[in-house]
Structure formats: structure tokens, C-alpha cells
């Protein structure tokens, strides 16, 4: 019986637990149930939650049996019609007498449900049920349910044909993210088998269109225990963090000199960057820098187990910021990748938790109108459902954008988001004042505009903009892909995307062309992302008064005077 009450101790756990849906239950020490099973449970009792709150609320359970609250009653409801095995508990089980002695009557509306449904078999009523559930959350509800495992092929082991023809053969290639999701009996329990992982019905992936080699597959699906995991050749990284190397690169292989990547702890846009140039390698090196020793020592490990030591140089507990750009080892660096620590207001919360549909206590008058009233279902959910709407980001198997960025949590008030907007300033700017840079992407996982166009408007009044030429990537100088991507840079913040940030209606001065170049990904959408920025600095070299500067202000830098010293890091 603990199965039950562990699967509803996760599923109204805290908002404040942190990891995903599925390391929290991995990880939980107060669970008595094995991990596998209660995820399954979950997983599958997710799937059929319209039918279950159906048969449920129709045979008037909850009214006859007060021990069974609605979520209790539809994971066990969910076992005794559909597992086979029928419900985890000895027969002999308070609860699960309290389903059982109403076994006929919950049968013949499960057999009504499947009937008026047309279907005429289970199988069938399972696929009906699906549409049925996309349908009434509508495309973006059932994309952003779905938050798909994003894959990315690492050119230094591997290609994108070869992983396609190995570690995903015998995938089937679909178009759209909701397709990924699958409609399997027993895939929750079918993880992590190495070749060919998942159920066969899960096997599912999408090419991504804006990020070379990158997969879309079926949320859920474990690799880390497949070969090609641990031989580096596919590394799990979010699609949005793939946006800044991409965009700082592209995969053409036009680029010349050295590269920065001045934030760069845990190491993924490190290891991206270096997955790109080995497309193309023309022996350029990647300086990776993190202030953080702590953080530096993931980066190295990253950086290992990416098989890229001998692209990339860590320097580790180096502050960007005292870094000096006419250090003769950064003579050749053309290229720098700012992603510095943010607010972390973009990272997604507990959307992988399934959200199920419950049942309410009462059966509905006119039994026809819980099919009529599917899209109203959603707003039903009861207290134990709504605990569950705001988990922390995905990814339990990668490090996550959460993992990049630990002010996630912290409180966000217009004074901290100043300060961070002023660090972030300040570290591209520092970007801009390296000799043979001509281009630079600054990136964070915030969705606050004082964190990202406002930064973008700062860096361009700066002096050093102005002095050596630099302006926005514009849109038709992004690589094709990106080129392509639709979410474009804002120039006032929207009321509902402020999130108790108190600063909606915040407005940027930045030309239709600088917003057009700036990139973002807002949670929740049909995009299956978290909120992400980025924007790229280009200049063409030619433009560069830095001597003459020098000697106007003898020998003083201008920006000395900057009353916005680096404090440290509060992250
Ligand atoms: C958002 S995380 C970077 C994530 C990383 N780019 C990735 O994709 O894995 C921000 C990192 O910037 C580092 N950082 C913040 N300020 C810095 C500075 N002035 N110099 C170097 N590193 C800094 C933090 O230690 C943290 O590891």
C-alpha cells in the first residue's frame, strides 16, 4: 500500500523541493515503495486520468468511501481496471476493499466510458484518450506538459548519422514535439536499457530545426545509462542553453582565432562550442573561464567527459572581469561567450510533474457533459493537484539550466535585478574591450528585460561599444537556424511575464533592429523550453580608437571611475 501513499507524497510534495520529478523520487529518503515503481505509477495513472475521473465521479465513489481522497482514489482506481496485476496491497487492505467492493460498478462505467468513446478495444480507448487530453489542454498545455529530453550529438565522438543509425535506431521521426508523446503500456518501467532505450511506442524523436544535431525524444527516457552517454558521444543539454554557441559560431566553420568562454561552469556551452569546432577543426582554442573554484572543478570534469581537453584550456577560479584583453595569450581571441549569473527567473518549475486531472465527489448531473466540458477539466484540479504546479526545471540527468544559475531561488525585487543587470553590463563590456574580438554572445535564463534587452541597450551606450563599433548581430547575420526561431527580443515587460519582479511596463530604447536580433524562449509556450535570452555583438574591426582613447584620457582608463564595483559573487 505504501505505493499509493508515496506516489501522493510526491505528487503534493513542496513546491521548494528541488531536482526534477524524477530525481526527487530517485532521491527521496522517506519513501518506502521502489522509486521505479511509483514513477511508473504516476506516469501511467497520468494518461488516463480524464477516463479514471469519468468512471469515478460516475460510480459516486468518493461520496460512499470518505477514506479515499481523489488522488488516492484515482491511482488505485487507475491499478485495479488497467495494471495487470490489479492493486498493490494485500486484499485484506482497508483501501483496497474500499475500490473493490465497488468493483462491478466501476467496471460497467469503465465499460460505458470506453463505449461511448467507440472504442472497441482497450488499446484503442488508451489512443482516444490521449487525443482526447491534447485536445482539451490545446497544443501549448500539451507541448509544455510534454518538456521533452533534449539530446545533442558531440562531434568530437560522434555524428548526428551515426547516433541515428546506433543509440537512435529503429526511433520513429516525427514533426511536431507533441508527437513525442507516446502512448506505450510499460515505458515508465522500460528506462535505461542502453541500445534502442525505451518502450518501442516511446521510440520517438524530432530533429531539432533551429540547433544543429540536436534530438527532441520522448520525456522520460533515460540515456544515462546508454553507451553512448558514457562514451561522451551525446551529452543532455537543454535546447535553449544550445543558442548561444550556435548563435556565437554557427556551424559553417567562417570562424578564425581563439575563443572565450568567460562564464563557463558547469561547462555545457564550453562543451557546445567545442562540439562545433570539431565540425570544422582548424586547431582554434576555447579559454574556459569560472570564478568559482568549486564550479570550475564540474567544468573540468565536463570538459573530460566531453573528450574536448584538447580544445579547451579551464581556467579555473579566474574572475573574467580580471582578466586583462591584452594578455598575449588572448592576442588571437575573436570570439567570447558571456553567460553570467542570472536571476534564473526563465528556469522552469515543476512542469514535469504530470498534473492530473481528479475527480470531484460528486458524479455530474448530465453524465454527457464531463465529455462536453473537457477543456474546463484542466481548472478542476483539486488542492492536491495544484500543489503540484510549479516544480523545479527538468533535466535529471544533465546539468541543468538550475544547476547553472543558483539565485533561482532567491527573491527578485527590482534592487537585485539592478544588480545583476549591472555585473552583467559590466562583464561584456569587458568582452568588448578584447583586441581582435568581433563577436560575442551574452546570454542568461531570466526572462526579467533588466536582466536582458536592457543589458543589450547599457552595453550598446557604453563607451567601448561605441568606440570600437559594435552593434547587435542582426537577424540576417544569424546562423540559419536562428534565423529561423520566431521569439524576438521585447521592448516592454509584459505585466504577466514581471513575476513578482515589480518591474511590468519597463520599456527599452532599442532599435526594431537590435529587438529583431535578440532571441528569447518563454516558458510555458508550445516550445517545450524554460525562459532563455540571448543576444549577439558583432563589430567588423576596422573601427577601433583604443589608442587614441588612451591618450586622451593619459593613461587612465574611463571606466575607473565606475562606482559599480565587482562585489563578489552572491550566486
Ligand atoms: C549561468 S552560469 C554559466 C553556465 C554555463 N555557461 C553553462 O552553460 O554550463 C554562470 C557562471 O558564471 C560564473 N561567474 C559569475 N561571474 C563571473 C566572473 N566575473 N568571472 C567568471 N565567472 C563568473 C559563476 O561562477 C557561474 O558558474
Not at 465521479?57 to 496485476?85: R, S, V
Not at 569546432?277 to 564550479?295: E, H, M, T, Y
Not at 553590463?425 to 574591450?433: D, Q, S, Y
Not at 542582426?474 to 509584459?494: F, S, Y
Request: charged share 25%; glycine share 8%; net charge neutral.
Amino acid at each position: 500500500m505504501s505505493l499509493y501513499f508515496d506516489a501522493v507524497s510526491v505528487l503534493t510534495a513542496p513546491a521548494s523541493t528541488g531536482g526534477s520529478f524524477k530525481s526527487r523520487i530517485y532521491n527521496a529518503r522517506n519513501l518506502k515503495a521502489s522509486p521505479a515503481q511509483i514513477y511508473a505509477l504516476v506516469i501511467e495513472a497520468s494518461k488516463w486520468d480524464i477516463l479514471l475521473k469519468e468512471v469515478i465521479e460516475n460510480a459516486g465513489i468518493l461520496k460512499l468511501e470518505p477514506k479515499l481522497t481523489p488522488l488516492l482514489a484515482l491511482l488505485l482506481i487507475h491499478d485495479h481496471l488497467i495494471a495487470k496485476k490489479g492493486i498493490a496491497a494485500p486484499a485484506n487492505h482497508a483501501l483496497r476493499q474500499a475500490v473493490e467492493r465497488h468493483k462491478a460498478r466501476l467496471r460497467a462505467e469503465f465499460t460505458k466510458a470506453r463505449v461511448r468513446r467507440g472504442c472497441a478495444s482497450v488499446e484503442t480507448l488508451k489512443d482516444a484518450v490521449r487525443k482526447e487530453k491534447i485536445a482539451s489542454l490545446g497544443p501549448q498545455a500539451a507541448a509544455a506538459a510534454i518538456y521533452p529530453r533534449w539530446v545533442r550529438v558531440n562531434n568530437i565522438q560522434s555524428t548526428l548519422e551515426q547516433q541515428l543509425a546506433t543509440t537512435f535506431a529503429g526511433y520513429q521521426r516525427v514533426e511536431a514535439l507533441s508527437q513525442l508523446v507516446g502512448d506505450n503500456d510499460d515505458s515508465a518501467q522500460d528506462q535505461g536499457k542502453g541500445r534502442g532505450i525505451g518502450d518501442k511506442q516511446q521510440r520517438r524523436l524530432r530533429l531539432d530545426p533551429h540547433i544543429p544535431d540536436l534530438l527532441a525524444i520522448a520525456p522520460g527516457m533515460d540515456f544515462t545509462s546508454s553507451q553512448a552517454y558514457k562514451n561522451g558521444e551525446i551529452i543532455l543539454q537543454d535546447k535553449a542553453s544550445c543558442f548561444p554557441a550556435y548563435l556565437l559560431l554557427g556551424d559553417d566553420g567562417s570562424w578564425q582565432g581563439n575563443m572565450i568562454d568567460g562564464c563557463a561552469a558547469p561547462g555545457n556551452k564550453t562543451t557546445h562550442m567545442a562540439s562545433l569546432l570539431a565540425k570544422q577543426s582548424a586547431g582554434n582554442r576555447i579559454f574556459s573561464i569560472d570564478a568559482s573554484p568549486v564550479r570550475a572543478k564540474t567544468l573540468q570534469k565536463m570538459v573530460s567527459a566531453a573528450h574536448a581537453n584538447s580544445t579547451v584550456t579551464v581556467l579555473a577560479g579566474q574572475d573574467f572581469l580580471a582578466l586583462d584583453p591584452n594578455d598575449p595569450r588572448f592576442a588571437d581571441v575573436t570570439r567570447l561567450l558571456l553567460d553570467p549569473s542570472c536571476s534564473g527567473s526563465g528556469i522552469i518549475g515543476r512542469d514535469d510533474v504530470p498534473k492530473l486531472v481528479l475527480p470531484g465527489s460528486t458524479a455530474p448531473s448530465d453524465k454527457s457533459k464531463s465529455r462536453n466540458q473537457s477543456k474546463k477539466r484542466k481548472r478542476r484540479h483539486d488542492d492536491e493537484a495544484d500543489k503540484t504546479d510549479d516544480a523545479p526545471a527538468d533535466s535529471t540527468i544533465t546539468l541543468s539550466t538550475s544547476d547553472e544559475n543558483e539565485l533561482a531561488s532567491s527573491h527578485l525585487d527590482p534592487e537585485r535585478l539592478n544588480k545583476l543587470s549591472n555585473l552583467q553590463t559590466r562583464i561584456v563590456e569587458h568582452a568588448l574591450e578584447f583586441p581582435a574580438a568581433t563577436h560575442i554572445t551574452y546570454s542568461t535564463c531570466s526572462i526579467h528585460m533588466t536582466e536582458n534587452e536592457s543589458v543589450v541597450s547599457r552595453v550598446l551606450a557604453s563607451d567601448v561599444a561605441k568606440r570600437r563599433g559594435w552593434r547587435v548581430m542582426r537577424r540576417d547575420e544569424q546562423p540559419a537556424g536562428l534565423r529561423e526561431w520566431r521569439h524576438r527580443g521585447i521592448r516592454t515587460e509584459p505585466v504577466e511575464k514581471a513575476n513578482g519582479s515589480g518591474q511590468s511596463g519597463l520599456s527599452v530604447d532599442l532599435s526594431d533592429q537590435d529587438l529583431e536580433g535578440c532571441l528569447r524562449c518563454w516558458p510555458g509556450d508550445d516550445e517545450g523550453l524554460g525562459g532563455f535570452f540571448v543576444a549577439g555583438f558583432v563589430r567588423d574591426g576596422s573601427v577601433d580608437n583604443w589608442s587614441r582613447r588612451v591618450h586622451e584620457s593619459d593613461g587612465v582608463d574611463d571606466e575607473e571611475g565606475d562606482s559599480d564595483s565587482f562585489e563578489g559573487f552572491s550566486d
